[in-house]
């Protein structure tokens, strides 16, 4: 059965781009006007292992590919391959480990966003209702992010998917229904943008309360590719996620969710790694689109959601500014933002 046309969901935060142009602004890929987006602090050095699932042709599993800057090219990937859970017994689904060892590398739980990582999806451009793809959603395929301080101990973010059904085997996903889970963000030369992670989220997981996974001496991520067919389950109710429908009370999920995306593919299947890059500490919240500038393209963005509550159209997180987060973009929100106008980052130039 084919997931169809779903309404927007409330996870809306944007990626991260990996470019801007010369005028700080974020930008394609352009040798000529375009160059890394200097958020980016760090890009993957090192794989510290990689163990794609059976049938991964071997043209897509050079993971020399997965270092270094973003380049907005799906054939720049390392491929984790897909698992076929109707025919065979499960089998553990493709990974791959990052590891940031070198002292100026390690990841830290700083302000704002953490680190992003970029798969090789893009957006549908026409509906075809056989292959399960909806214009305007995007074809990627997801992966579980998970971190670690000793390889032997990782912390597994915690994620949230709404996609009501089985996609196809190209199918499509709406991408505000997904938050919490690698690959929701297109990445294409002309819109080459990574899935942010901000270690805080991990601060209460066990492995986190025990000691086990320091999030100030990250060491290790790690990539696990979610198979799409249903067998794979988010967090939703687990971890506690308020459930937008659920609105004002705001209860928590119901239950945890199965996580669709497209299924069942081959060769280059599953998750495919382009990059991973590591980000420089965003002290301004109210830099909303992340260009290192509090300024009147942030402004337009926060008036957009004006008295807006979290699950209702065009809610923006990253709007949600005041250090009690709660649930609408109200004065207290305001507040922030204009204490922090025209406010820079130490990284924009």
């Given at each position: 059965?084919?997931?169809?046309?779903?309404?927007?969901?409330?996870?809306?935060?944007?990626?991260?781009?990996?470019?801007?142009?010369?005028?700080?602004?974020?930008?394609?890929?352009?040798?000529?006007?375009?160059?890394?987006?200097?958020?980016?602090?760090?890009?993957a050095r090192k794989v510290h292992r990689y163990s794609p699932?059976?049938?991964?042709?071997?043209?897509?599993?050079?993971?020399?590919?997965?270092?270094?800057?973003?380049?907005?090219?799906?054939?720049?990937?390392?491929?984790?391959?897909?698992?076929?859970?109707?025919?065979?017994?499960?089998?553990?689904?493709?990974?791959?480990?990052?590891?940031?060892?070198?002292?100026?590398?390690?990841?830290?739980?700083?302000?704002?966003?953490?680190?992003?990582?970029?798969?090789?999806?893009?957006?549908?451009?026409?509906?075809?209702?056989?292959?399960?793809?909806?214009?305007?959603?995007?074809?990627?395929?997801?992966?579980?992010?998970?971190?670690?301080?000793?390889?032997?101990?990782?912390?597994?973010?915690?994620?949230?998917?709404?996609?009501?059904?089985?996609?196809?085997v190209q199918g499509s996903v709406e991408v505000s229904n997904?938050?919490?889970?690698?690959?929701?963000?297109?990445?294409?030369?002309?819109?080459?943008?990574?899935?942010?992670?901000?270690?805080?989220?991990?601060?209460?997981?066990?492995?986190?309360?025990?000691?086990?996974?320091?999030?100030?001496?990250?060491?290790?991520?790690?990539?696990?590719?979610?198979p799409g067919g249903g067998y794979y389950f988010d967090e939703?109710?687990?971890?506690?996620?308020?459930?937008?429908?659920?609105?004002?009370?705001?209860?928590?999920?119901?239950?945890?969710?199965?996580?669709?995306?497209?299924?069942?593919?081959?060769?280059?299947?599953?998750?495919?790694?382009?990059?991973?890059?590591?980000?420089?500490?965003?002290?301004?919240?109210?830099?909303?689109?992340?260009?290192?500038?509090?300024?009147?393209?942030?402004?337009?963005?926060?008036?957009?959601?004006?008295?807006?509550?979290?699950?209702?159209?065009?809610?923006?997180?990253?709007?949600?500014?005041?250090?009690?987060?709660?649930?609408?973009?109200?004065?207290?929100?305001?507040?922030?933002?204009?204490?922090?106008?025209?406010?820079?980052?130490?990284?924009?130039?």
């Amino acid at each position: 059965m084919l997931a169809g046309v779903v309404p927007a969901g409330p996870y809306t935060e944007p990626g991260i781009s990996g470019y801007v142009g010369d005028d700080g602004q974020l930008a394609g890929v352009d040798p000529n006007n375009s160059r890394v987006n200097p958020i980016f602090r760090d890009w993957a050095r090192k794989v510290h292992r990689y163990s794609p699932s059976p049938g991964v042709a071997l043209m897509w599993q050079d993971t020399s590919l997965t270092l270094g800057p973003a380049t907005g090219d799906k054939l720049h990937v390392a491929s984790l391959g897909d698992v076929d859970t109707d025919i065979t017994p499960l089998t553990p689904p493709g990974e791959i480990i990052i590891e940031f060892s070198d002292h100026d590398n390690i990841i830290s739980d700083k302000a704002g966003y953490d680190f992003a990582v970029f798969e090789n999806g893009f957006v549908v451009i026409d509906t075809d209702p056989s292959m399960g793809s909806v214009a305007g959603e995007m074809f990627g395929e997801l992966a579980y992010v998970e971190v670690a301080t000793d390889p032997n101990f990782f912390a597994r973010f915690p994620s949230v998917s709404l996609t009501p059904g089985r996609t196809g085997v190209q199918g499509s996903v709406e991408v505000s229904n997904v938050y919490n889970l690698a690959g929701k963000h297109s990445n294409e030369v002309n819109n080459c943008t990574g899935t942010p992670f901000d270690l805080s989220d991990l601060s209460d997981h066990p492995l986190v309360l025990s000691g086990d996974v320091d999030l100030n001496n990250i060491k290790y991520i790690r990539l696990v590719d979610v198979p799409g067919g249903g067998y794979y389950f988010d967090e939703a109710n687990s971890a506690g996620y308020p459930d937008p429908d659920t609105a004002p009370e705001y209860n928590v999920y119901g239950s945890d969710h199965p996580i669709y995306d497209a299924w069942l593919t081959g060769g280059s299947g599953g998750f495919d790694l382009e990059a991973l890059g590591v980000l420089n500490e965003q002290e301004f919240i109210a830099d909303i689109n992340l260009d290192g500038l509090v300024d009147m393209f942030d402004f337009v963005l926060f008036a957009s959601v004006w008295q807006v509550n979290f699950g209702e159209a065009n809610w923006i997180e990253r709007c949600n500014l005041a250090e009690q987060n709660d649930t609408v973009i109200d004065v207290m929100d305001l507040n922030v933002f204009v204490s922090q106008w025209l406010s820079q980052e130490k990284w924009r130039h």
